[in-house]
């Protein structure tokens, strides 16, 4: 089976500017969660999307938000760039949510200028 | 909350050197235990996991045990590689949601 596959792999923004991320998941899961992977704060959830139903968030604001698509593939965006919005985005995906291992993809890092 | 905390690294050891990586958590409540690995320029790969008490987790060598007494998850391997060089980290989650809290990561190099 393929793993699961982000796009872009890199990407840079200016301030201000919006994005999106785009994250296919493993064939048959349904379950997709964000991270976001900085130097000063580690690793942080940001969301978990079932079945194109947010099931879980983070603390992270209104700026940061998402969406599934019934093919279970996910999208997550944020507005108004901020400089400290610079990150490694990680995605990860399992087949349910109550399955635990979860199956991370190579991320897509965000810079912005 | 649910925090982990995990050793500061670096960690640098020659080939063949015992590793021990040391995790310790706080949880809510019952907690399921993970230990993931990232390559530079990767993204993350679960190396093992325990989902109870005394559970031991193991996989290429490495092993970990759910100690709930001590609430730890250290990581060990007899005798370390080159090839094992990344940054390790010790995760834990709650219940059924899929989120999972990180420690903020060890980086093992090894060295010749």
């Known amino acids: 089976k393929a793993g699961v596959t982000q796009t872009p792999r890199y990407l840079i923004k200016t301030r201000g500017q919006q994005v999106t991320l785009s994250c296919s998941p493993i064939?048959?899961?349904?379950?997709v969660s964000w991270y976001q992977q900085t130097p000063g704060q580690g690793l942080q959830f940001l969301f978990e999307y079932f079945s194109e139903t947010q099931r879980n968030k983070g603390n992270f604001p209104g700026r940061f938000s998402g969406r599934q698509f019934s093919n279970s593939r996910s999208e997550m965006n944020v507005s108004t760039l901020e400089l400290g919005d610079s990150a490694l985005y990680l995605c990860a995906s399992s087949p349910s949510t109550e399955q635990e291992t979860q199956y991370f993809g190579p991320g897509t890092r965000l810079l912005v200028l | 909350g649910d925090s982990v905390t995990q050793m500061e690294g670096p960690v640098t050891l020659s080939e063949e050197a015992f590793l021990t990586i040391n995790c310790t958590y706080t949880?809510?409540?019952?907690?399921?235990l993970f230990w993931y690995v990232q390559y530079p320029g990767e993204g993350l790969q679960l190396l093992l996991k325990?989902?109870?008490?005394?559970d031991k987790g193991s996989n290429k060598g490495f092993e970990a045990t759910y100690r709930k007494e001590t609430t730890s998850f250290h990581l060990e391997k007899g005798s370390v590689q080159v090839s094992d060089s990344a940054v390790y980290f010790c995760a834990l989650r709650v219940g059924t949601a899929s989120k999972l809290t990180f420690g903020t990561g060890t980086r093992l190099q090894v060295t010749l």
């Open positions: 325990a989902t109870k008490a005394d």
């Open positions: 064939s048959g899961h349904r379950s």
């Open positions: 949880a809510t409540g019952y907690p399921s």
